[in-house]
T-cell receptor, first 110, second 114 residues
Framework: QKEVEQNSGPLSVPEGAIASLNCTYS??????FFWYRQYSGKSPELIMS????GDKEDGRFTAQLNKASQYVSLLIRDSQPSDSATYLC??????????FGKGTRLSVIA | SAVISQKPSRDICQRGTSLTIQCQVD?????MFWYRQQPGQSLTLIAT?????????ESGFVIDKFPISRPNLTFSTLTVSNMSPEDSSIYLC???????????FGQGTRLTVV
């Protein structure tokens, strides 16, 4: 059974702080990892993808992957109230369907 | 990224009836998927819509309840049959292209069964 685990939160951070979201996965064959942001009542929006060990930065977002530890994280720098949402971690191998975690609810307090 | 249009965006249906949800992608895609998201929960894969052949269903989902069509590389439908209040959920269409592993989502269909 392929599983992706996330802490459901809520994770509360003050505005301007760094938010750190974590995810682990069970399938060692997973090759591709994604972070989606989902606002309440909306569909998931892809914000980051990462395929190799290390860090990948895109604006205020940094994704980190450690395949040996089967661990993926997302850092959000200078957090803004508009970042308040549920963040979904997902993984797959090749063109297989994404397996999603339950999501972590982030609340950025102004 | 692919633009995915899904309709209807929401509907309220009587129990025992069926609803067909349409998903249109603005470009040819290799893979199309249907997910369900129940209130406060994450996404659960219903099935992979295969072009020109029967859909591949996940455990707990059956063709009689959730028939799926995919007549070409840009369009798919999901029917929720003989609905009960337990089918109230958000249904999401997703697609990914050849050699592309990330998936994009339509805006979802919020279904309420009364």
């Amino acid at each position: 059974q392929k599983e992706v685990e996330q802490n459901s939160g809520p994770l509360s951070v003050p505005e301007g702080a760094i938010a750190s979201l974590n995810c682990t996965y069970s399938d060692r064959g997973s090759q591709s990892f994604f972070w989606y942001r989902q606002y309440s009542g909306k569909s998931p929006e892809l914000i980051m993808s990462i395929y190799s060990n290390g860090d990948k930065e895109d604006g205020r977002f940094t994704a980190q992957l450690n395949k040996a530890s089967q661990y993926v994280s997302l850092l959000i720098r200078d957090s803004q109230p508009s970042d308040s949402a549920t963040y979904l971690c997902a993984a797959n191998s090749g063109n297989t369907p994404l397996v999603f975690g339950k999501g972590t609810r982030l609340s950025v307090i102004a | 990224s692919a633009v995915i249009s899904q309709k209807p965006s929401r509907d309220i249906c009587q129990r025992g009836t069926s609803l067909t949800i349409q998903c249109q992608v603005d470009s040819q895609v290799t893979m199309m998927f249907w997910y369900r998201q129940q209130p406060g929960q994450s996404l659960t894969l219903i099935a992979t819509a295969n072009q020109g052949s029967e859909a591949t269903y996940e455990s707990g989902f059956v063709i009689d309840k959730f028939p799926i069509s995919r007549p070409n590389l840009t369009f798919s439908t999901l029917t929720v049959s003989n609905m009960s209040p337990e089918d109230s959920s958000i249904y999401l269409c997703s697609a990914s292209g050849t050699g592309i592993t990330e998936a994009f989502f339509g805006q979802g269909t919020r279904l309420t069964v009364v």
